[in-house]
């Protein structure tokens, strides 16, 4: 059973637009939420992260939006930029478990 | 900034072999995580250890096995490979529970 969804496998947004990413889970007793973000070739690389006490934080051009009564956050990125392609995972954690567990990623494509 | 090195960016071995990927950070983490990321299944937990000498299984342990002999280093290891085991494989490192994973660049395995 999948406990944390994305949805949507890509998207696509034009270069200075907004990017929202979602995500979706199941077990309420994941506490904390984080996204991540994987280039090719590379490993994945922390984005910006919630706590379940908090429905927003932001850094920068990135916010982090959590809605608890649906169990669903979103990523927005804005304004996008064409760097901003990537796979985004979107990861989730229950208070006192080492194992955070991931989503299957959205490819994030900005077009110039 | 934290470094997670794995050794091999690309390994090509037979079925039946036995296999080795290795994994080292440079943070003194006390966490240590190894993942395989396939297409539309996202990120899977093999195996971590919160110490050494100590492991837990993920989700996914079949056919593996790990070995965490010194704080800094966490060995996977494929007992008898498999074409299913054809992936790509990150390790990752946590200073503690909740706090952002750091992983490494990938090895990319092919088993033929």
């Known amino acids: 059973d999948q406990q944390v969804k994305q949805n949507s496998p890509s998207l696509s947004v034009q270069e200075g637009r907004i990017s929202i990413l979602n995500c979706d889970y199941t077990n309420s007793m994941f506490d904390y939420f984080l996204w991540y973000k994987k280039y090719p070739a590379e490993g994945p690389t922390f984005l910006i992260s919630i706590s379940s006490i908090k429905d927003k934080n932001e850094d920068g051009r990135f916010t982090v939006f959590l809605n608890k009564s649906a169990k669903h956050l979103s990523l927005h990125i804005v304004p996008s930029q064409p760097g901003d392609s990537a796979v985004y995972f979107c990861?989730?954690?229950?208070?006192?478990?080492?194992?955070?567990?991931f989503g299957k990623g959205t490819k994030l494509t900005v077009n110039p | 900034d934290v470094k997670v090195t794995q050794s091999s960016r690309y390994l090509v071995k037979r079925t039946g072999e036995k296999v080795f990927l290795e994994c080292v950070q440079d943070?003194?983490?006390?966490?240590m995580f190894w993942y395989r990321q396939d297409p539309g299944l996202g990120l899977r937990l093999i195996y971590f250890s919160y110490d050494v000498k100590m492991k837990e299984k993920g989700d996914i342990p079949e056919g593996y096995s790990v070995s965490r002999e010194k704080k800094e280093r966490f060995s996977l290891i494929l007992e008898s490979a498999s074409t299913n085991q054809t992936s790509m494989y990150l390790c990752?490192?946590?200073?503690?529970?909740?706090?952002?994973?750091?992983f490494g660049n990938g090895t990319r395995l092919t088993v033929t």
């Open positions: 943070m003194d983490h006390e966490n």
């Open positions: 990752a490192s946590e200073k503690f529970g909740n706090s952002p994973l750091h």
């Open positions: 990861a989730a954690v229950q208070g006192g478990s080492e194992k955070l567990v």
